[in-house]
């Protein structure tokens, strides 16, 4: 198993260190040459991004992203549950002048509003995470290795490069279709 981890992550970092090379060659292309190198790097940029949604890693991306969005928070909750669940002497409040005797009421209200919130916070985050967990279980590990790394692409080479993609996925089905209508087949 090992050798197809690294293989997978070997040949995504191949795909964008040639993506980065054609980019890094531009400066020594002529103006008359540009636009034809330029489809080069869209053709590199396109094969990183080809990559990305056929392994999973597009997914494994948005799992993390999305996680950093709650991961962390639970025990925070968790902590508030358990620091306002201990019930309070009101009594020995007022006696130690931390609190009014008027203010007490609207004291417990709010506490108990506090506690109500951050109960719900637990369960919705333990939703939250199991259902991450769920997720992460269906992404393979280098998905995920890769997807936790910096992304190499800026955003606006994301989107161009993701948008050539979506604009000729229906152009590299039909060649795939084509081909293997075309290729003889083999008894």
Excluded at 39 to 52: P, S, T
Excluded at 117 to 131: F, I, P, Q
Excluded at 141 to 147: M, N, P
């Amino acid at each position: 198993m090992e050798t197809k981890h690294m293989a997978l992550i070997e040949k995504y970092d191949r795909l964008v260190y040639e993506l980065q090379e054609r980019q890094a060659q531009i400066a020594h292309v002529s103006k008359a040459f540009y636009h034809e190198h330029q489809r080069v790097i869209d053709a590199a940029g396109v094969a990183v991004v080809e990559f990305e949604h056929r392994h999973g890693i597009t997914e494994a991306r948005h799992l993390v992203e999305h996680e950093k969005g709650f991961r962390g928070h639970l025990e925070q909750f968790e902590g508030m549950v358990a620091t306002y669940s201990v019930p309070v002497d009101w009594p020995g409040e007022i006696a130690a002048g931390t609190v009014a005797a008027d203010e007490v009421e609207s004291k417990m209200a709010e506490r108990a509003l506090v506690l109500a919130e951050a109960k719900k916070s637990v369960a919705t985050l333990k939703r939250m995470t199991a259902d991450a967990d769920q997720r992460r279980k269906k992404l393979s590990r280098e998905a995920l290795e890769i997807a936790e790394r910096r992304d190499p692409l800026s955003g606006y080479e994301r989107q161009i490069f993701e948008e050539i993609f979506t604009n000729t996925r229906a152009e590299r089905a039909s060649k795939t279709a084509l081909q293997e209508i075309l290729t003889p087949a083999t008894v």
